[in-house]
């Protein structure tokens, strides 16, 4: 899979632009706060139907304008998608796949693969465990739409329950109600997660292996908040019911997949307490590129990688396992200069300058 034309109407500070990009690699290079990252969004926001910057849609229309307009036109390996978002201040959001309207963001899933590595992602082993569920719940919902339903069911249910336990008289029966729906739709997530990561442990060892030359062993591990067992749903329903009195105490659900976490182990040891800040980031470097070899073990397909100003985070040796490693996809790669193992995949790629929301190749 490669995106062949992106268009954008009034989207951040590109008040109007038409790219067409390079199969295989392509730099978007320029000084900070010009809009690099704005166009990986756009790009991004094609495949999930949100950002990965910012959870309110209004902030991605450009200064005073009422609507912003982002397409994405792709090849997949056996026919064309077309993705086009509309974004308004006062009617919301609209998606066309192909043409078609869509009403559900499940239906937009599963259309282009997108696979985002930025600054941040090299923090995931070490930062708060709710962004490690954030990597998981992003990847599984655009490998199974299913998920992304589940995950936004209970995330419902639970904004319910926990505005009811905050009220001053709580009646147990009442909170039953929601407890058998987090059970059916929590006991859902969990066992897509416990798959999700068994996989991508597989895959994200072999690759840590190469990198380190089979210096080191890693493994990840999945920290669910409740045992899993045969019948997950009877296990948390019963697990929500018991922490009922503590719930009611501290006005909050305390049993549930929104308190998972993962666990990094390089050698047994565990990466997050005690690992150096170089094995954190290798690490993390391993799993996001399992996401890529996941993406196409599970569709056929392969993804798209976007960098987003990561490569300068990563010393010369990571850099061209990485350059050599993804030498059969899409690259987008954002960066204020071109040096080093750089120059390289820039011979065969395309390069855009980027100057306060103009782009020329």
């Not at 609209?94 to 985002?116: A, C, F, P, W």
Request: hydrophobic share 35%.
């Amino acid at each position: 899979m490669y995106i062949r034309e992106v268009e954008l109407k009034n989207f951040r500070n590109y008040e109007h632009l038409n790219l067409k990009f390079n199969e295989n690699v392509n730099f978007i290079i320029g000084n900070n706060a010009q809009g690099k990252t704005n166009l990986l969004e756009s790009i991004f926001i094609c495949s999930m139907g949100k950002s990965f910057r910012t959870s309110k849609d209004a902030e991605m229309i450009g200064f005073e304008k009422d609507f912003s307009k982002i397409k994405v036109t792709a090849q997949k390996q056996l026919f064309p998608v077309d993705v086009e978002i509309t974004l308004r201040k006062d009617q919301g959001k609209s998606i066309k796949v192909n043409g078609m309207n869509i009403s559900r963001t499940s239906d937009l899933l599963e259309n282009l693969y997108i696979v985002i590595f930025s600054p941040e992602d090299l923090k995931i082993v070490k930062d708060e465990p709710e962004k490690r569920r954030k990597f998981i719940d992003r990847e599984l919902c655009m490998l199974k739409p299913s998920y992304l339903d589940n995950l936004t069911n209970y995330k419902k249910v639970i904004l319910q329950r926990n505005n009811y336990l905050k009220e001053r008289n709580i009646d147990s029966s009442v909170l039953d109600i929601w407890d058998i729906q987090l059970a059916k739709y929590g006991s859902k997530i969990i066992s897509m997660r416990n798959d999700f990561i068994e996989k991508i442990n597989e895959i994200s060892a072999r690759i840590h292996g190469n990198i380190t030359d089979g210096k080191e062993n890693l493994r990840i591990e999945y920290d669910p908040n409740i045992k899993i067992v045969n019948n997950l749903e009877n296990e948390l329903y019963n697990s929500i019911k018991k922490s009922q009195p503590s719930d009611m105490r501290l006005r909050t659900t305390t049993r549930g997949p929104h308190r998972d976490d993962i666990s990094f182990y390089i050698d047994d040891i565990n990466v997050r307490s005690f690992g150096s800040q170089g094995q954190q980031r290798t690490a993390a470097l391993s799993l996001k590129l399992a996401e890529l070899d996941l993406i196409k073990a599970e569709t056929g397909e392969e993804a798209i990688l976007l960098l987003d100003d990561v490569m300068s985070e990563l010393d010369a040796g990571r850099q061209e396992y990485l350059i050599k490693t993804l030498s059969d996809i899409q690259l987008f790669i954002t960066t204020t200069e071109i040096n080093g193992n750089l120059e390289k995949a820039a011979s065969k790629g395309k390069i855009f300058i980027v100057e306060n929301g103009k782009i020329k190749p």
